[in-house]
Structures are given as C-alpha cells and as structure tokens.
C-alpha cells in the first residue's frame, strides 16, 4: 500500500481530492501538511503543521509515495506579489525538493490555464516558472493540472472570482471549451486517476481534458 501526501487540503480542490484519498483502496496513508489545523478525521488520515518554507524539516522519517500540490492564492489574498510569488512558487518547489528527498516518485501539481513562463501576465508568468521548476527535480512521473476557472463553494471568499462565476452563468454557452469553468471535483478526479496509472513520464492535462 502506498502513502499520499497533499499540500492545499483546504481549498477547493484540496478538500475534494482528500475526500477521494482517504475512501480509495490505493492509500493506507494520506498526510496532510498545512499551515493551520485541518477540521477532518479519518483512520488514514494525519495533519502535520508547516509553514511549507521548509517542509523537510516536519517530513522526517515519512516515505510518501504521491504528492499532491494544491498549494496557490490570488494576488488579492496575497496582498503582494512577493507574497504572491512565496504561495504559487517557493512553497511548490519547496515541497518538492523535500518529498523526492523522502523518496516521493509522483508529484501532482495544480497550476492554471495560460501558464506560461514567458507570459506577460504576472499570475500567468509564475505558473509557468513553478511547472518548469517542478520538471527539474526529475520525479519519475510528473502530472501538471491546468484548470479554467473554478467551480465550488471555497471556505474564502474571493469576490472577483465570484463575479466570474456570475458570467459563466449567463453567458457560459458561448464560451469555448477551452475556457469552460470547471468544477473541482473534476479536477480531484483527474488527479488520482492520473496517479493511478503508475506511468512514468510528463504529463499535461489541460481544462478542456478534465472536463
């Protein structure tokens, strides 16, 4: 049996995919690391407490088998792009170095659709720096999600993000799949049917595959 860490259990995609790693028979094990405590119980579930600058230190000793990164904010959250820049890339990376150290051979990350190193766009940018960082660390298996906007009810709130949902609403039929808003358990879906199949390799799977 294998062991399952995520990092981001408590957004919205994070709380859906562990509802999924706990219930299915590929994990004995599912840790979660977070910033604050996780209200969710469960016989293969524990909760280590990290500020995710130096997740190593709290890894001592556990062997995960998949990670899972769920790990972003938005610029408003963030209040900075330097604060921006920590959440969506340093703590990404950050984990990585730490769990493929512990022996990790999959590493599933969340980025978004228009990732692009060399966008102009600032959130864009980064999400292109942080999967091309990812690809460095050499994981046996990568899985890079690049969801459009997503569908669900966050414990945040997050009032741009609202007004977009507001829109999709009317006018979602004359979006084209690419840019379709996609739900977030069709993201957590996606992610452990990729981590199931155990196959070595990059792999990309854009918002309108999830769908």
């Known amino acids: 049996m294998k062991t399952a860490l995520i990092a981001g259990a408590s957004g919205l995609i994070g709380q859906d995919l562990l509802d999924r790693l706990v219930t299915t028979d590929r994990y004995d094990k ?22 995710f600058s130096e997740p190593a230190k709290v890894l001592q000793g556990l062997k995960p088998d998949d ?7 938005t610029m408003a959250i963030a209040g ?16 990585a170095k730490a769990t493929l150290a512990s022996g990790a051979k999959q590493y599933l990350l969340v980025s978004a659709l228009g990732a692009n190193k060399s966008s102009a766009i600032y959130y ?18 990568v899985h ?20 977009a949902k507001v829109l999709y609403k009317i006018f979602g039929f004359a979006i084209p799949e690419k840019y379709k808003a996609i739900p977030a358990s069709k993201v957590a879906t996606a ?10 390799g990059v792999f990309i799977h854009e918002s309108r595959d999830m769908q």
């Open 30 to 51: 599912v840790v979660a690391l977070s910033r604050r405590d996780i209200a969710f119980r469960h016989l293969k579930f524990s909760n280590i407490i990290t500020n």
């Open 67 to 73: 990670v899972y990164c769920c790990l972003g904010t």
């Open 80 to 95: 900075s792009k330097e604060k921006f820049y920590e959440v969506d890339f340093q703590y990404p990376l950050a984990l």
């Open 124 to 141: 864009n940018r980064v999400k292109g720096e942080v999967e091309e960082g990812i690809l460095s660390f050499g994981f046996m298996t």
């Open 144 to 163: 890079i999600f690049r969801p459009s906007l997503l569908l669900g009810e966050r414990k945040e709130k997050r009032p741009g993000e609202g007004a």
């Open 191 to 200: 992610m452990l049917a990729s981590a199931a199949k155990d196959e070595p």
